[in-house]
């Protein structure tokens, strides 16, 4: 994927050098920087999606046990119905 778009920015250079006689250089070095870059973004949004995960994860677990609470609290009512 990577080596198509380095490929297409190599090929597009070309056409901006011809149109607006300004060059761009495509070195090794870009498409380092663009591998470089792709994998701090990655790392960044695994980060960030592993958080919101066990956040989740956390707040379904609170309602599970709020949900056995209240099945709790009502068999207690139920219970104790015919006193009241």
Known sequence: M?????QSVEKISVKFLAQLRRHNYVTPTSY?????LYQSI???????FGG???RLEKG???LAEAAIEIANLREMLDKKQPEL
């Open 2 to 6: 990577f080596k198509v778009i380095h």
């Open 32 to 36: 380092l920087e663009l591998l470089s």
């Open 42 to 48: 990655l790392k960044e949004r695994l980060n960030y």
């Open 52 to 54: 919101q995960k066990t």
């Open 60 to 62: 379904l677990n609170v």
